[in-house]
């Protein structure tokens, strides 16, 4: 059969057989169009198909499926390319399109505004608005992953997602200008990799670093570098208050709810700002129950500062315990600052020491006036707030933490 013209066009539906080595394309009105990838045959249906011998392409038209191995990808308009042996290389959708792959009981589900697959070894790049929804833990439910550009390698079992992230599971949110998802073999998502700056929530606790890495089987959560988060607590009145951690290392286990913060720890609770190399979390019935900081913490309100090698808060009560080794500095009292204003400031007494088993705060064990007392003598004024009246307290131990 000869055909003089470099392309040919079709209004109808068409089949293309690539023949198996390579001897040329044939022509036939048939429902749809047949390639083949290696020995795994492609089927292409259009309303309208255009071939270029000239440059191995050929472009569809309108209502486009392309089948292939269980995956599906639908559109208005693609091209495939062919090789030198008549084999389909590359599909490529340059309109909005839809991609869906099979795996036994699972499915990815993927969009985009252009999507660029390899036939020869299954990889995609899906450009522009990219939402896939892919398989994660059944009690969890699928993940859904938006960004600007989606990068899969199939041998791998990676996708990356670059601009403009948002990873989201149920109440989980997480967002960051590129990820790295790790995928089973299934199809399904193992763990995702939030780089160059993360933002993640879920419920009420809010978290950012630098990466956090979150594993979907079992929902721990790992945060590396400049970490903070926001945890509920509540306040000496009972009344529900955020608490705020920082630290260079933080995990969450997901099934005690326990967070452990390493790496300068920074704690900000309410009216308490507490410091140490390690802080941990403890959970009692999904609320917030005790703070733990260990490693030589300190401990500090508008009272005092204490410093020793275990530093324990608890919420109801909200109080704090140190042991080990504790010392405390007692604060000036605020209130007479305005009074040492007018008449020059006398220099404070001399601290006393006085050993102790450990330094134990309550809101109620130690007021303003009671401090106040403590830094005077004989009716002598007190020093402006900023100046510290040091008491030392040196010990050796303490009792267990509240």
Request: net charge neutral; aromatic share 6%.
């Amino acid at each position: 059969m000869v055909l003089p013209k470099s392309k040919w066009r079709c209004s109808y539906q068409v089949m293309i057989i690539a023949l198996a080595f390579g001897l040329g394309f044939v022509w036939m009105s048939l429902p749809q169009s047949q390639a083949t990838s290696n020995d795994t045959p492609i089927q292409v249906s259009s309303t309208e198909q255009l071939y270029e011998p000239l440059d191995g392409r050929t472009s569809f038209q309108g209502n486009v499926k392309v089948a292939l191995e269980g995956t599906e990808i639908t559109g208005q308009q693609a091209n495939i390319q062919m090789d030198k042996d008549g084999k389909a290389t590359s599909a490529v959708f340059n309109q909005r399109s839809r991609m869906v792959k099979k795996n036994g009981n699972q499915q990815t589900v993927i969009q985009a505004d252009n999507m660029n697959m390899g036939l020869q070894d299954g990889s995609l790049q899906a450009q522009g608005k990219v939402v896939t929804q892919m398989a994660g833990d059944p009690k969890s439910g699928d993940v859904f992953i938006q960004s600007d550009t989606q990068i899969f390698d199939q041998d791998k079992h990676l996708m990356r997602a670059i601009g403009h992230v948002v990873v989201k599971r149920q109440d989980l949110s997480v967002t960051s200008p590129e990820a790295i998802v790790f995928m089973a073999e299934s199809g399904g998502v193992e763990k995702v990799l939030f780089i160059k700056g993360a933002n993640l929530s879920q419920g009420e606790q809010q978290m950012s670093a630098e990466s956090i890495t979150i594993k979907l089987d079992s929902g721990d959560i790992f945060a590396e570098k400049d970490t903070k988060s926001i945890v509920d607590g509540k306040d000496s009145q009972g009344k529900p208050t955020k608490v705020r951690v920082q630290s260079y290392l933080q995990e969450w286990d997901k099934d005690t709810g326990t967070l452990f913060a390493n790496g300068n720890a920074i704690v900000h609770y309410d009216d308490y700002l507490a410091k140490g190399p390690k802080a941990v979390f403890y959970r009692i019935n999904n609320d917030l129950d005790h703070i733990v900081l260990t490693g030589r913490a300190q401990i500090e309100d508008d009272e005092r500062k204490v410093t020793g090698d275990k530093v324990t808060i608890t919420v109801n009560p909200r109080q704090f315990n140190a042991e080990g080794n504790v010392t405390t500095f007692i604060k000036a009292n605020k209130q007479n600052q305005a009074a040492s204003t007018s008449q020059p400031a006398t220099p404070p007494s001399k601290a006393t020491s006085q050993k102790t088993s450990g330094a134990k705060r309550t809101p109620a064990n130690t007021s303003k006036s009671a401090v106040a007392s403590q830094a005077t003598s004989g009716g002598t004024a007190v020093s402006p707030w900023d100046q510290e009246v040091m008491i030392e307290k040196a010990t050796q131990g303490g009792g267990p933490s509240k």
